[in-house]
């Protein structure tokens, strides 16, 4: 009976989460596949340089464990942003943009880091997939400090309405 109680209660804390952040959802599923997919191929180009290293290892876990916390994070911020918002009357509706642009950002820079390693293993690639990744992080971070300056500039705004009568 108790083994019931706690499987359904995590069954509904899943389906609370799953329901909640519905559209972070398969990205952080995504992010998960490949922290796994960088882990793997970070153990064999270790393997292949001779590197290999327990310590190196669980520090590589423990840095994909804090990708997850600053993707809690990032969806924290969102939290307190709509929140805030309701309080004064703006409703932002379940907004997690910071969440899923932290979310996307990690998950490009494991898609570097997993060609980086297929590349010390001797896996040729083509050029171009490198660089567009590259491309879409840059972008992904061009659109976070974009909506992270949009409340600077809302606040310029009204002081240069003010100097102007």
């Not at 109680?5 to 804390?13: E, F, M, P, Q, W």
């Not at 992904?140 to 240069?160: L, M, R």
Request: hydrophobic share 50%; glycine share 10%.
């Amino acid at each position: 009976m108790k083994d019931f109680a706690i499987k359904g209660t995590i069954t509904v804390i899943f389906a609370a989460a799953a329901a909640y952040f519905h559209k972070l959802m398969g990205p952080v599923i995504v992010l998960a596949i490949v922290m796994a997919g960088d882990y793997v191929t970070g153990v064999a180009a270790a393997w292949v340089a001779g590197t290999l290293s327990s310590r190196a290892g669980l520090l590589g876990f423990i840095k994909k464990l804090g990708y997850l916390v600053a993707v809690g994070v990032a969806v924290v911020v969102d939290y307190v942003i709509v929140e805030a918002a309701a309080g004064t009357g703006v409703d932002l509706g379940n907004n997690h943009i910071f969440g899923l642009l932290v979310t996307i950002w990690f998950i490009l820079n494991e898609c570097i880091s997993i060609l980086e390693n297929l590349s010390e293993i001797g896996v040729p690639l083509p050029g171009f997939l490198s660089a567009i990744v590259k491309r879409l992080k840059k972008s992904a971070e061009k659109t976070g400090e974009a909506h992270a300056n949009q409340d600077d500039e809302k606040k310029k705004a009204p002081d240069d309405a003010d100097s102007e009568e």
